[in-house]
């Protein structure tokens, strides 16, 4: 909505009536037709307030004007404008003209600001203002407004707008008030938002508007302020819940006003009531905003800030397997519960439970959000018996003792029968869910699963592991030589008799022994006759049925043996012969002899190749 | 010979029972170290399977449950090395090798190493499905039931079937082949570049082995390395990468 001041227009009045403001600079001349100036309404205003500023080319001699750009000013903050104005004159004949452009500014510090020099672009020839200096102090200064015999100082009444919060500290969630008040002592037709703050940093629950959302007359009540008194008038009303922590600014409100500003007597009055549009704003906010402590936190806290009580129903206390129940878990209280995450179900083993739907629902009490949310779950029995619902939790941060709160609900009792369907047709329907892993962690320590063996040294270093791997082998090996020998042997008879012999040989000697020993000299020097005979027959390959003495002496040749050797063998056998034949008993002696000259024969015919 | 014998069998008994003593003295002190760790002592715990490991003594078991102690005392290096060592020990132990992979996701290091072939990983799957006692129980096994089947074929001839025996008998020599190669390849694993973990929170790696040597780079406690060489209280390290360089031998941990 685009406004015209009067104010301003009066003030832009007295200025061109009285020369040029404090701190303006002669204005530029145009080849002496018109003159290009720029002005402001007040050379001290408040932080609060707002400033109207005009740049005016008045003169002969033009046709267009383009507006300066004041979207660079650095110290001021353009709430409204350019809005041109127009008129011409014509004294004897001569045509002059004015064409006026208005800003609504405000200032965005205190201390002394300048508006500075701007290019105006006349009939698309560049020229300059002035540079503009003020004062800006803290607050407010310019809340007079005429009233026509209104305020209390006859002409003039104050009309001031209040943006203000209800704390100046609070944690992260927890509900912060802003209230916006319009006092006045003048009568205001109508309000209308300039802009309004957008609240970053906060989530916003607004309770009502009256500047937004009229409905009907607000009522004001007096009050007094700073020993004056107003009218007060409640325009607005917000709940700001902070959503980070640090430190937040609510920007300022700023409000145009239509004021009634003459008011007088009679008849006129009823027809020329006057009114005037102004502008308010409010002074920024600064709150500081706490996180919520770490410490402390129970493990059913999903971020509930506020004052809160909890309700669990069950719909029934008796149920039957697949038969579903529906459980109502209700949290209400105090506080902003959209960023709330739902209370801690207990462990239902015995319950198949599906996702709940959720209701909302909030409403204010003496300006304090009042949340509610409603989880309904379903659940299905999966098995029958005495089953108990075990405590639901809810835990919040209560702000104003600056602690944890945990509500448990009621365990609920619940006789559930056997059903009529069997379990798997739930188990196999989309409640199902996959077992997936919340934390991961080390295995535990064990034991070992036999004695404490040390393995310093191992097994297969071990002279047992050797051992065990050797003997087989070697067994094996052994068989395998002996069986490849026998087999041998098979086919060579005259090699086996020859490898026998020796065995034979004493097999034999140790008969004459035996002989001898009974005393049986005839049997002891046939023995010994059969002994050494068989002996040279096995190394012959030959029969010893058959062997002559000549065949004998001729073997033993063939076989390397020595002359004194055979002599002797044969010495031996015809002392054996004569024994046996001429019936001369020999003693024991003279056999023992005999045995052992027919061993060491023996011995040397083994010697032989 | 046969006073000979009693002294070698009075001897045999001697360290059979000097065995039996250590044997019980570790397991009580591991049973002492469970017990601390069940409460929550950690550092008793790690300290009681430590004296075990002093003793001499040496079990796959003991190593585990000494990484899980240092591992609760936050120490990952020792952790890491403990683990290393029960899988050195058992290579198929599935519960050391899934700690070592939890424990080492706190380490700071993580090297990339090249991507293993197809082949290498099946070779490294087949030769950790069994410890090198059991491959040494399974050639002993084999190679026996070998020898009974060649020996039968010897002995018996013609009384039994031939070529089922022949069968039985290449199959048993396949084993004992698998088995010893396996037996020789686990074995032969050790006899490279000893394997290590750096113990030390953070230590630097120098390109010569002295103290003002050129920092090349800097490694964190539970990082595996390869010793190249060793030189007084220094040892060369080699990392997965490839990256190398000389560091303090106290700052690591032998496999």
Same mark, same amino acid.
Request: some cysteine.
């Given at each position: 909505?685009?406004?015209?001041?009067?104010?301003?227009?009066?003030?832009?009045?007295?200025?061109?009536?009285?020369?040029?403001?404090?701190?303006?600079?002669?204005?530029?001349?145009?080849?002496?037709?018109?003159?290009?100036?720029?002005?402001?309404?007040?050379?001290?205003?408040?932080?609060?307030?707002?400033?109207?500023?005009?740049?005016?080319?008045?003169?002969?001699?033009?046709?267009?004007?383009?507006?300066?750009?004041?979207?660079?000013?650095?110290?001021?903050?353009?709430?409204?404008?350019?809005?041109?104005?127009?008129?011409?004159?014509?004294?004897?004949?001569?045509?002059?003209?004015?064409?006026?452009?208005?800003?609504?500014?405000?200032?965005?510090?205190?201390?002394?600001?300048?508006?500075?020099?701007?290019?105006?672009?006349?009939?698309?020839?560049?020229?300059?203002?002035?540079?503009?200096?003020?004062?800006?102090?803290?607050?407010?200064?310019?809340?007079?407004?005429?009233?026509?015999?209104?305020?209390?100082?006859?002409?003039?009444?104050?009309?001031?707008?209040?943006?203000?919060?209800?704390?100046?500290?609070?944690?992260?969630?927890?509900?912060?008030?802003?209230?916006?008040?319009?006092?006045?002592?003048?009568?205001?037709?109508?309000?209308?938002?300039?802009?309004?703050?957008?609240?970053?940093?906060?989530?916003?629950?607004?309770?009502?508007?009256?500047?937004?959302?009229?409905?009907?007359?607000?009522?004001?009540?007096?009050?007094?302020?700073?020993?004056?008194?107003?009218?007060?008038?409640?325009?607005?009303?917000?709940?700001?819940?902070?959503?980070?922590?640090?430190?937040?600014?609510?920007?300022?409100?700023?409000?145009?006003?239509?004021?009634? +500003?003459?008011?007088?007597?009679?008849?006129?009055?009823?027809?020329?009531?006057?009114?005037?549009?102004?502008?308010?704003?409010?002074?920024?906010?600064?709150?500081?905003?706490?996180?919520?402590?770490?410490?402390?936190?129970?493990?059913?806290?999903?971020?509930?800030?506020?004052?809160?009580?909890?309700?669990?129903?069950?719909?029934?206390?008796? +149920?039957?397997?697949?038969?579903?129940?529906?459980?109502?878990? +209700?949290?209400?209280?105090?506080?902003?519960?959209?960023?709330?995450?739902?209370?801690?179900?207990?462990?239902?083993?015995?319950?198949?439970?599906?996702?709940?739907?959720? @209701? @909302?629902?909030?409403?204010?009490?003496?300006?304090?959000?009042?949340?509610?949310?409603?989880?309904?779950?379903?659940?299905?029995?999966?098995?029958?018996?005495?089953?108990?619902?075990?405590?639901?939790?809810?835990?919040?941060?209560?702000?104003?003792?600056?602690?944890?709160?945990?509500?448990?609900?009621?365990?609920?009792?619940?006789?559930?029968?056997?059903?009529?369907?069997?379990?798997?047709?739930?188990?196999?329907?989309?409640?199902?869910?996959?077992?997936?892993?919340?934390?991961?962690?080390?295995?535990?320590?064990?034991?070992?699963?036999?004695?404490?063996?040390?393995?310093?040294?191992?097994?297969?270093?071990?002279?047992?592991?050797?051992?065990?791997?050797?003997?087989?082998?070697?067994?094996?090996?052994?068989?395998?030589?002996?069986?490849?020998?026998?087999?041998?042997?098979?086919?060579?008879?005259?090699?086996?008799?020859?490898?026998?012999?020796?065995?034979?040989?004493?097999?034999?000697?140790?008969?004459?022994?035996?002989?001898?020993?009974?005393?049986?000299?005839?049997?002891?020097?046939?023995?010994?006759?059969?002994?050494?005979?068989?002996?040279?027959?096995?190394?012959?390959?030959?029969?010893?049925?058959?062997?002559?003495?000549?065949?004998?002496?001729?073997?033993?040749?063939?076989?390397?043996?020595?002359?004194?050797?055979?002599?002797?063998?044969?010495?031996?056998?015809?002392?054996?012969?004569?024994?046996?034949?001429?019936?001369?008993?020999?003693?024991?002696?003279?056999?023992?002899?005999?045995?052992?000259?027919?061993?060491?024969?023996?011995?040397?015919?083994?010697?032989?190749? | 010979?046969?006073?000979?014998?009693?002294?070698?069998?009075?001897?045999?008994?001697?360290?059979?029972?000097?065995?039996?003593?250590?044997?019980?003295?570790?397991?009580?002190?591991?049973?002492?170290?469970?017990?601390?760790?069940?409460?929550?002592?950690?550092?008793?715990?790690?300290?009681?399977?430590?004296?075990?490991?002093?003793?001499?003594?040496?079990?796959?078991?003991?190593?585990?449950?000494?990484?899980?102690?240092?591992?609760?005392?936050?120490?990952?290096?020792?952790?890491?090395?403990?683990?290393?060592?029960?899988?050195?020990?058992?290579?198929?132990?599935?519960?050391?090798?899934?700690?070592?992979?939890?424990?080492?996701? *706190?380490?700071?290091?993580?090297?990339?190493?090249?991507?293993?072939?197809?082949?290498?990983?099946?070779?490294?799957?087949?030769?950790?499905?069994?410890?090198?006692?059991?491959?040494?129980?399974? &050639?002993?096994?084999?190679?026996?039931?070998?020898?009974?089947?060649?020996?039968?074929?010897?002995?018996?001839?013609?009384? &039994?079937?031939?070529?089922?025996?022949?069968?039985?008998?290449?199959?048993?020599?396949? &084993?004992?082949?698998?088995?010893?190669? *396996?037996?020789?390849?686990?074995?032969?694993?050790?006899?490279?570049?000893?394997?290590?973990?750096?113990?030390?929170?953070?230590?630097?790696?120098?390109?010569?082995?002295?103290?003002?040597?050129?920092?090349?780079?800097?490694?964190?406690?539970?990082?595996?390395?390869?010793?190249?060489?060793?030189?007084?209280?220094?040892?060369?390290?080699?990392?997965?990468?490839?990256?190398?360089?000389?560091?303090?031998?106290?700052?690591?941990?032998?496999?």
């Amino acid at each position: 909505m685009r406004i015209r001041s009067l104010r301003g227009l009066a003030a832009i009045g007295i200025a061109v009536a009285g020369g040029w403001l404090p701190g303006g600079a002669p204005p530029l001349r145009a080849a002496e037709t018109f003159t290009v100036r720029a002005t402001v309404d007040a050379s001290r205003i408040g932080l609060q307030d707002t400033l109207e500023f005009q740049v005016q080319v008045e003169g002969s001699g033009f046709s267009s004007v383009e507006p300066p750009d004041l979207t660079r000013l650095e110290e001021f903050e353009v709430l409204d404008g350019p809005r041109r104005v127009q008129r011409q004159t014509i004294v004897n004949g001569a045509v002059s003209g004015v064409t006026q452009f208005l800003w609504t500014l405000a200032p965005k510090r205190v201390g002394m600001l300048a508006v500075p020099a701007l290019a105006v672009r006349v009939d698309g020839k560049p020229y300059r203002t002035q540079r503009v200096d003020l004062q800006v102090v803290a607050g407010t200064v310019a809340t007079r407004v005429p009233s026509g015999g209104r305020g209390e100082r006859g002409g003039e009444a104050e009309v001031l707008l209040v943006g203000e919060v209800d704390r100046a500290r609070a944690y992260v969630g927890q509900q912060v008030t802003f209230t916006l008040k319009l006092l006045t002592q003048a009568r205001i037709r109508g309000v209308a938002y300039q802009t309004r703050p957008d609240f970053n940093g906060f989530w916003v629950e607004r309770e009502f508007d009256a500047i937004e959302d009229p409905k009907g007359s607000v009522q004001g009540q007096p009050t007094v302020r700073d020993g004056k008194n107003y009218q007060e008038f409640l325009l607005a009303r917000v709940a700001l819940f902070p959503t980070t922590s640090g430190a937040h600014q609510i920007d300022p409100v700023n409000v145009q006003m239509r004021v009634a +500003s003459e008011r007088g007597g009679g008849f006129g009055s009823f027809f020329f009531d006057r009114e005037q549009t102004i502008l308010r704003r409010t002074a920024p906010v600064t709150l500081e905003v706490a996180a919520i402590p770490e410490t402390g936190r129970p493990a059913s806290f999903t971020g509930a800030v506020g004052d809160y009580r909890l309700e669990v129903k069950a719909d029934r206390t008796e +149920s039957a397997v697949n038969d579903a129940i529906s459980l109502a878990v +209700s949290v209400r209280g105090e506080g902003n519960l959209r960023g709330a995450g739902a209370p801690v179900l207990p462990p239902l083993v015995d319950f198949q439970p599906f996702d709940p739907t959720v @209701e @909302e629902g909030r409403s204010f009490r003496a300006g304090i959000l009042i949340g509610s949310r409603k989880w309904n779950y379903v659940l299905v029995p999966l098995a029958p018996g005495d089953q108990t619902i075990s405590p639901v939790e809810f835990a919040y941060f209560d702000p104003d003792a600056g602690a944890f709160r945990t509500l448990r609900s009621e365990p609920l009792p619940l006789r559930v029968a056997k059903g009529e369907r069997p379990a798997e047709t739930v188990a196999s329907g989309s409640g199902r869910r996959e077992i997936t892993a919340v934390g991961s962690d080390i295995h535990f320590i064990r034991l070992p699963s036999g004695p404490l063996e040390d393995r310093r040294a191992p097994f297969h270093r071990s002279g047992t592991f050797v051992a065990l791997l050797l003997f087989p082998v070697l067994v094996t090996g052994a068989l395998g030589a002996w069986r490849l020998r026998a087999r041998r042997l098979d086919g060579d008879v005259g090699r086996r008799r020859a490898l026998s012999a020796r065995r034979n040989f004493r097999a034999a000697l140790r008969a004459a022994e035996s002989a001898r020993g009974a005393g049986r000299a005839a049997e002891f020097h046939a023995a010994l006759s059969r002994a050494l005979t068989r002996f040279v027959a096995d190394r012959g390959n030959l029969s010893s049925a058959g062997m002559t003495r000549d065949l004998l002496r001729q073997t033993l040749q063939a076989t390397g043996v020595g002359a004194e050797a055979i002599a002797e063998v044969e010495a031996i056998l015809d002392q054996c012969d004569a024994a046996q034949f001429s019936r001369v008993s020999s003693g024991p002696a003279a056999m023992e002899s005999l045995h052992r000259r027919a061993a060491a024969a023996g011995e040397r015919l083994e010697g032989a190749r | 010979m046969r006073s000979l014998i009693v002294a070698l069998l009075i001897v045999a008994a001697g360290s059979v029972a000097h065995a039996d003593d250590r044997s019980g003295r570790a397991a009580e002190l591991l049973a002492e170290g469970n017990a601390a760790y069940e409460r929550g002592d950690y550092h008793a715990a790690a300290d009681a399977y430590q004296r075990i490991l002093d003793y001499g003594f040496e079990h796959e078991v003991v190593y585990y449950n000494l990484g899980n102690a240092r591992f609760r005392e936050g120490r990952l290096g020792e952790a890491v090395l403990r683990y290393e060592q029960a899988l050195r020990l058992d290579p198929a132990d599935r519960e050391a090798a899934e700690n070592l992979r939890h424990v080492s996701s *706190f380490c700071v290091d993580q090297v990339e190493a090249p991507d293993p072939s197809f082949p290498a990983v099946a070779a490294r799957w087949l030769l950790t499905r069994t410890t090198v006692r059991e491959d040494a129980w399974l &050639l002993v096994a084999a190679v026996w039931l070998l020898a009974l089947m060649i020996v039968s074929l010897l002995v018996a001839g013609s009384r &039994l079937p031939r070529r089922p025996l022949l069968y039985l008998a290449a199959i048993f020599a396949g &084993l004992a082949l698998i088995s010893a190669s *396996f037996l020789l390849i686990k074995e032969g694993a050790g006899g490279g570049d000893p394997a290590a973990v750096v113990l030390a929170e953070t230590a630097d790696v120098v390109s010569a082995p002295a103290a003002d040597g050129t920092a090349l780079f800097t490694v964190h406690e539970g990082l595996r390395v390869r010793i190249r060489a060793r030189r007084e209280g220094w040892a060369q390290i080699v990392l997965a990468s490839g990256l190398n360089g000389w560091i303090p031998s106290s700052a690591l941990g032998v496999v």
